[in-house]
């Protein structure tokens, strides 16, 4: 199983970024999907989740910003963040289970100025 996220860069605050996270080696239909961040000097914090029928949840931090999606024609998670602030900096990680194990893609940094 390998998770592939991407789409992390530099932006202004109040833009917007879209990161994606390709899986493989994996029934991708079957699974949830979650993204997680951490801030420097911070612990790594739930984001948003997906379930197998799209069913969404979101930290308060990132409601009404921040939108999960998924294409499971592509194996592949999305996290539409708008409004970004700069608080919003950190690494992104996506994240599946599978089988009661826990799979995390690599991380991709996004950082936002002010």
């Known amino acids: 199983v390998q998770l592939q996220a991407s789409g992390g860069g530099l932006v202004q605050a109040g833009g917007s970024l879209r990161l994606s996270c390709a899986a493989s080696?994996?029934?991708?239909?079957?699974?949830?999907m979650g993204w997680y961040r951490q801030a420097p000097g911070k612990q790594r914090e739930l984001v948003a989740t997906?379930?197998?029928?799209?069913?969404?949840t979101y930290a308060d931090s990132v409601k009404g910003r921040f939108t999960i999606s998924r294409d499971n024609a592509k194996n592949t998670a999305y996290l539409q963040m708008n409004s970004l602030q700069p608080e919003d900096t950190a690494v992104y990680y996506c994240?599946?289970?599978?089988?009661?194990?826990?799979?995390w893609g690599q991380g991709t940094l996004v950082t936002v100025s002010s």
């Open positions: 997906i379930t197998r029928d799209s069913i969404t």
């Open positions: 994240t599946t289970t599978w089988f009661r194990r826990g799979y």
């Open positions: 080696g994996i029934f991708f239909s079957r699974i949830a």
